[in-house]
């Protein structure tokens, strides 16, 4: 179901990443990311023709398939912010710096939206509050689930638009059988 291997995707992730990282920290960078994106274009294929052409999932699994792309948005999203945030700190990943996600996105936006036209900022806010529905960083701290917080507008389209914007950087690097450049 999904359009490339993991292997393809290993030059545009590099490509991103700044020079300088801990060699350790960039193979685990590239191997960690490159499945996360094959695992999003599995699960892209799956959302696009339900939401397009109707009902072809049980509503639940939707839902949750659209939570899951924003999860890996999120985590690609991480990984080259903070990766770009370590660097531009003079650091290489080496001792497991914690990183705010404050932190990580202003220089994900600064490399990948510099000109502020993509609208990434506001994107990854909003994969962010979609993954924080489920993800509890304080037990106890999820409130009453919305549901329709992983519709397919509210979650996959601003993950899938902020995915455009990070491939968009490199574009030449992108598997040319992916399915997460389309509209």
């Known amino acids: 179901m999904h359009l490339s291997t993991a292997t393809a995707w290993q030059d545009w992730i590099r490509k991103c990443l700044p020079d300088g990282l801990h ?9 960690n990311l490159k499945h996360v994106l094959v695992a999003m274009e599995m699960k892209a294929a799956l959302i696009v023709p339900h939401a397009k052409r109707g009902r072809l999932l049980f509503e639940s699994y939707f839902h949750m398939l659209d939570f899951e792309f924003c999860v890996g948005t999120f985590s690609v999203c991480e990984g080259l912010g903070s990766a770009l945030w370590l660097r531009e700190k003079g650091l290489d990943g080496s001792k497991a710096e914690r990183i705010g996600i404050e932190d990580w996105k202003v220089s994900l936006e600064r490399k990948f ?10 994107d990854v806010g909003s994969v962010k509050d979609v993954r924080d ?11 009453n689930i919305d549901w329709h917080a992983f519709s397919y507008d509210n979650a996959f389209v601003p993950a ?3 995915m455009r914007s990070l491939l968009a950087t490199n574009a030449g690097e992108v598997p040319k059988t992916t399915n997460l450049t389309a509209e």
């Open 23 to 31: 060699e350790d920290v960039r193979l685990r960078l590239v191997s």
């Open 113 to 122: 939206d510099p000109d502020k036209k993509l609208g990434l900022a506001a």
């Open 133 to 143: 529905k489920l993800h509890q960083d304080k037990l106890g701290a999820r409130e």
């Open 160 to 162: 899938a638009r902020a």
